[in-house]
Antibody, heavy 118, light 109 residues
Framework: QVQLMQSGAEVKKPGDSMKVSCKAS????????MHWVRQAPGQGLEWMGL????????NYAQKFRGRVTMTRDTSTSTVYLELSSLRSEDTAVYFC???????????WGQGTLVTVSS | QTVVTQEPSLTVSPGGTVTLTCALS?????????PNWFQQKPGQAPRALIY???NKHSWTPARFSGSLLGGKAALTLSGVQPEDEAEYYC?????????FGGGTRLIVL
């Protein structure tokens, strides 16, 4: 049984940076692209970007370029999302999701709430 | 900027049939966009239902089906159950990136 376990909730101040982790258990997911998706309170899903299976390539939504970094540690089956220069609008639940090449999304993390407040 | 549009809300009676659609601001949705459909219930992570237009996951109930309809991606629920009340999102692959639709709240009443 594959599970994606995300790090715990965080509270940040405007201007801070955040780093959320997502660790796979039950499978290393070495064939999966790993995506990050966020959901602001009461709002829809927003795709943020992805990191490829080997961790040497990323693709970010234009909205987040310059402020986002997604990395992958294949030795620990963990992916990371870093977002800098946080503002109140970044308050959201952040999800990681695994995709087998070909658009087959099969695994999701439980979500991590990040609250940005002064 | 690419915008993906879904119906904000739809209401269906139990046992009925309903079709949700997913439109692309730049033109026709084709299989090249690999439309995905997700179901999300309050407080839960999304769950994938359909991938690349019409393919079901092993856990997808038979009453869910995906297609292309009138230049849009479509998700049809036949024989709707009360537990199908949820938010539904489409996701399109666009030039190496992915874009979600705004979501459709499906009310079973």
């Amino acid at each position: 049984q594959v599970q994606l376990m995300q790090s715990g909730a965080e509270v940040k101040k405007p201007g801070d940076s955040m780093k959320v982790s997502c660790k796979a258990s039950g499978d290393t997911l070495t064939s999966h692209f790993m995506h990050w998706v966020r959901q602001a309170p009461g709002q829809g899903l927003e795709w943020m970007g992805l990191v490829n299976p080997s961790g040497d390539s990323t693709n970010y939504a234009q909205k987040f370029r310059g402020r986002v970094t997604m990395t992958r540690d294949t030795s620990t089956s963990t992916v990371y999302l870093e977002l800098s220069s946080l503002r109140s609008e970044d308050t959201a639940v952040y999800f990681c999701a695994g995709e087998m090449a070909g658009g087959y999304f099969d695994y999701w993390g439980q979500g991590t709430l990040v609250t940005v407040s002064s | 900027q690419t915008v993906v549009t879904q119906e904000p809300s739809l209401t269906v009676s139990p046992g009925g049939t309903v079709t949700l659609t997913c439109a692309l601001s730049t033109g026709v949705v084709t299989s090249n966009y690999c439309p995905n459909w997700f179901q999300q219930k309050p407080g839960q992570a999304p769950r994938a239902l359909i991938y690349c237009t019409s393919n079901k996951h092993s856990w997808t109930p038979a009453r869910f089906s995906g297609s292309l309809l009138g230049g849009k991606a479509a998700l049809t629920l036949s024989g709707v159950q009360p537990e199908d009340e949820a938010e539904y999102y489409c996701l399109l692959s666009y030039g190496g990136a992915w874009v979600f639709g705004g979501g459709t709240r499906l009310i079973v009443l």
